[in-house]
């Protein structure tokens, strides 16, 4: 017998589901994961895992993209090719501005997008929740918790029982790690 | 979730009867071609790369020959390529608009309506963009408006609105892919899954980036969506405003004025508004989408449209107010010259398409006529047209010199790009409709608790 990766239990409804992680968070269970169709607010309390820190990654970003964009117009326009046009200050910040918020702007917007991405890992070719036999319906209508392999109280058996007959779930798998 | 529904809003965002699994069905099986596209579709994306066909010709001749194949001279050195650049690009606002702004604002009828506004944007962007290189008559070397150090020793003028404007409208390109892409992944991932063909499961596969929906993903991906409507929201207001500055840091006359900036955008807004009912009325029709683009969507932006109208008439008549005001006599005689000179008749009738013909949108019976309100959206594209034709040419054929008047009379192949324009767009906008989910899959099942139950 090949490897588990997890054990995973169907539910109709996002109710349904947050429900039956209070229930298994009380059992006793820490390394729960869930699959939805639609993003459900309250799943980071229920489950209880950190806020992303993506924000201040893309704050950083656009400070940067800030500085970045300012100084190369200053260090063109009044040290690497000051023009003297009728006397008109070299350093004519107020000229600067649109293009530093352009450049603030795509750079934010750039780290926001490739950094949810890969603090997500993906892109990624494969992941054994793909075995889910199921699976089309969650990426449909089913909302999917699933108790991994890593979780200290790990028994495919009794976690079964627990989400047929504690949890109501009318379809129980289990998934194979690869 | 479900958000309460206000006793104000009498249609629902959404039609009766909806499940997850429905609204998954209805827009998947578009793109899977279950259910098969429409007679108007085959005939939208024919003419489209007919007209298409038409801007590879013009390019074609424009390259061989340059830019004196078009009506430009001086005075009027400024022509269709400007005019046609800025049209379709405050085409692109409204979409940027329903998905950035109406997000933080959360109002729950954009959901449906946001995925085809955001591909329109995208596609009206690549449009608009054509025009400055055609009008540079050597696009092999646009890159000389990026700055990177070179042989020549020269940098861009960062002093200048049209360098501001390279930068503005480059990044609002790459954004707006980026917001569109970002909304498409998990509806990429749901067409993955429900695709039988092996060749449609690869290409969604690809696109989907292996997209699983955990908890922890979802969470970063809610948070980055925000994030890039928190940014798309100030950037989509600076564009057209660097657009506006284009004409407003000039010295010419009805170009030379402060208006400009909050003027471009409420007339972008305006007429991308426009454009969104323009395609969103035909699309519910002839795909029976009315169960998600409800008369809600279609009164909400007629609404949109007549607010913002409202602002553009405003603008026009600030400017002749201006032009009195000012005590100038160029000012003064460029407002007379534009009510009764040479291009009158092209004044008069921007004033009928975006000063008269909005103000039926007050009336509910016109708001839920919809055959009515789609020539309206109709005309008030024609006007958003006219009014960059107004404000181009009028300023320019009369210049500070009598001895160097003169007329301009665009040409056959003016014409002739600015049509394949149009086409291109069409043929993106009619792809799109029938490979990617016109409308966002994932969003729109927040709406279904909203379905009512018959």
């Known amino acids: 017998m090949s490897k588990l990766f997890a054990v995973a239990a169907e539910f109709d409804s996002p109710e349904a589901l947050l429900e039956a992680i209070g229930k298994t968070r009380k059992a006793g269970y820490t390394k729960i994961e869930t699959y939805t169709p639609f993003p459900i607010h309250g799943l980071r309390e229920a489950i209880g895992f950190k806020k992303p820190i993506l924000p201040w990654i893309v704050f950083g970003a656009g400070l940067t993209g800030m500085c970045g964009g300012f100084f190369l117009e200053y260090w063109v326009q009044v040290l690497n090719m000051p023009y003297n046009i009728g006397g008109k200050p070299l350093n004519s910040w107020p000229a600067f501005i649109p293009i530093t918020f352009e450049t603030t702007v795509l750079l934010a917007s750039l780290t926001c997008v490739f950094g949810m991405l890969a603090f997500n890992g993906l892109p990624r070719h494969h992941h054994p929740i793909f075995n889910y036999p199921r699976f089309a319906e969650v990426m449909n209508d089913k909302f999917l918790l699933t108790i991994e392999a890593k979780d200290p109280k790990f028994d495919p058996t009794a976690i079964r029982e627990f989400f047929a007959a504690d949890l109501g779930s009318s379809e129980v798998h289990e998934v194979e790690d690869e | ?454």
């Open chain 2, 1 to 454: 979730m479900a958000t309460n529904v206000s006793p104000l809003q009498s249609e629902p965002v959404i039609g009766p009867n909806q499940t997850y699994g429905s609204v998954t069905d209805k827009i998947a099986n578009i793109c899977l071609g279950k259910q098969a596209p429409p007679v108007f579709w085959y005939i939208g994306l024919l003419t489209g790369l007919a007209l298409m066909g038409g801007l590879g010709h013009g390019a074609l001749w424009l390259f061989l020959n340059g830019v004196g194949v078009w009506g430009l001279n001086i005075p009027v050195g400024w022509g269709f390529a400007i005019i046609n650049f800025v049209w379709w690009i405050g085409i692109g606002h409204a979409g940027t608009l329903i998905s950035a702004i109406l997000l933080l604002f959360r109002q729950d009828w954009r959901t449906s309506i946001n995925r085809f506004a955001e591909a329109m944007t995208l596609f009206a962007v690549s449009c608009a963009g054509l025009f400055p290189l055609l009008h540079v008559g050597r696009p092999w070397l646009a890159f000389w408006l990026m700055p990177y150090p070179n042989t020549m020793n020269v940098w861009p003028q960062f002093r200048s609105p049209l360098v501001w404007d390279v930068f503005a409208v480059s990044t609002y390109a790459t954004v707006s892919a980026l917001f569109w892409y970002t909304g498409l992944i998990p509806d990429l991932a749901t067409m993955r899954d429900r695709a039988t063909g092996k060749v449609a499961k690869t290409i969604y596969g690809i696109f989907a980036l292996g997209w699983r929906g955990s908890a922890r993903h979802w969470e970063r991906y809610e948070i980055a969506y925000l994030m890039l409507a928190g940014l798309s929201t100030p950037l989509v207001v600076s564009v057209h405003t660097v657009v506006s500055f284009d004409f407003a840091v000039s010295v010419i006359p009805g170009w030379h004025a402060t208006l400009f900036p909050p003027y471009f955008v409420a007339g972008a807004i305006y007429s991308g508004f426009a454009m969104v009912l323009t395609l969103a009325i035909p699309v519910r029709y002839f795909w029976g989408l009315e169960d998600f683009i409800t008369m809600r969507h279609i009164d909400a932006m007629a609404k949109v449209t007549l607010a913002t109208g409202l602002v553009v008439f405003y603008g026009y008549m600030m400017e002749v107010f201006f032009g009195w005001y000012s005590q100038n006599e160029y000012e003064q005689f460029m407002i007379l010259n534009r009510m009764s000179g040479p291009y009158a008749p092209m004044y008069w009738m921007l004033i009928f398409c975006n000063g008269l013909t909005p103000q039926l949108l007050w009336f509910k019976k016109v708001r839920f006529n919809i055959p009515f309100l789609f020539v309206i959206s109709l005309i008030v594209n024609v006007g958003m047209w006219l009014e960059r034709f107004v404000i181009v040419v009028t300023s320019l054929h009369r210049d500070f010199l009598p001895s160097s008047w003169d007329m301009y009379y665009p040409t056959f192949w003016d014409w002739i790009i600015y049509i394949g324009s149009i086409g291109q767009f069409l043929v993106f906008f009619f792809l799109f409709l029938r490979f990617v989910p016109m409308i966002a899959i994932f969003e729109v099942k927040h709406l279904v608790p909203l379905s009512k139950k018959a």
